[in-house]
């Protein structure tokens, strides 16, 4: 990386010749990871660990679709509306199995 594009990367514009980091593909990216490591959390901690984080990563899903959702065109906002929903739904149900083993 050069002295310019240094510069550019700290003023916080996308450097030139390089395709800029898209915040929301990766805060989707880790979820899914997060989603994915998750059973092996479990696995090697307990189910309670698994739960934490499957529960962490389906509302930040659930939140992210939501966001999608209101920016897409009508087809596909209804969806991603949908997705959100379903992720809403298995978050709550993670949290409550998380509560019921946490007491």
Do not use: H, I
């Amino acid at each position: 990386m050069t002295d310019r594009e240094r510069e550019v990367k700290r003023a916080g514009q996308p450097v030139p010749g390089r395709p800029p980091v898209d915040r929301t593909r990766l805060a989707g990216c880790l979820f899914g990871g997060a989603m994915a490591a998750a059973p092996f959390l479990a696995l090697l901690y307990g189910p309670t660990a698994g739960l934490a984080v499957a529960t962490a990563a389906l509302a930040a899903t659930a939140a992210l679709s939501a966001d999608a959702a209101r920016a897409a065109p009508p087809a596909a906002g209804r969806r991603l509306r949908v997705a959100a929903a379903v992720n809403g739904a298995l978050a709550m149900a993670c949290l409550a199995a998380l509560l019921v083993g946490l007491g």
